[in-house]
T-cell receptor, first 115, second 109 residues
């Protein structure tokens, strides 16, 4: 079974631009959650999608958004990029929602650099 | 506070057991304890989780204190490939997954 796939692996953008990251979950998984990882703040929860609906959201500004498609693939978008958005963005998939204490399967992440 | 408390770093010799502690003093009765680890240049990977009794799987064992305010992840025979950051999480509080800073485990050959 293929794992969680995130594309692209690396991305370089400039301030003010927007970016879209993609996540393909493990086949059969319906939940996708997103995280930002930085050396200073560690791993921080962004949001979770289940069956195309956002279930909950972390403490991030509205510039961070996401969506999930009917095939469970998910995208996250960051608009008006700031230098502080430079981070590793990880997605994880699971069979059910996080409320059911399902195992999370993480992708390798997208490393975003904002110049 | 939904976060857990772990030592910043630990060292262990190769082929010896490793005990990684975690404090979760405000845990509620229905909160699970989860452990994940993150190897260099990879996303976190699931290690083990449990509720009350001790749990074992092929990767590790989880020992949960009787009052559930602390737990210990046990790697029975550490290898160099076990060098990673280990994260202890309470049950996904309010459905939001909160990672702490984790413990960076160094394995000495």
């Amino acid at each position: 079974k293929a794992g969680v796939t995130q594309t692209p692996r690396y991305l370089i953008k400039t301030r003010g631009q927007q970016v879209t990251l993609s996540c393909s979950p493990i086949s059969g998984h319906r939940s996708v959650s997103w995280y930002q990882q930085t050396p200073g703040q560690g791993l921080q929860f962004l949001f979770e999608y289940f069956s195309e609906t956002q279930r909950n959201k972390g403490n991030f500004p509205g510039r961070f958004s996401g969506r999930q498609f009917s095939n469970s693939r998910s995208e996250m978008n960051v608009s008006t990029l700031e230098l502080g958005d430079s981070a590793l963005y990880l997605c994880a998939s699971s069979l059910g929602t996080t409320a059911t204490n399902e195992k999370l399967f993480f992708g390798s992440g997208t490393q975003l650099s904002v110049l | 506070d939904a976060k857990t408390t772990q030592p910043n770093s630990m060292e262990s010799n190769e082929e010896e057991p490793v005990h990684l502690p975690c404090n979760h003093s405000t845990i509620s009765g229905t909160d699970y304890i989860h452990w994940y680890r993150q190897l260099p240049s990879q996303g976190p990977e699931y290690v083990i989780h449990g509720l009350t009794s001790n749990v074992n799987n092929r990767m590790a064992s989880l020992a949960i204190a009787e009052d559930r305010k602390s737990s210990t992840l046990i790697l029975h025979r550490a290898t160099l490939r076990d060098a990673a950051v280990y994260y202890c999480l309470r049950s996904y509080r309010d459905d939001k997954i909160i990672f702490g800073k984790g413990t960076r485990l160094h394995i000495l050959p």
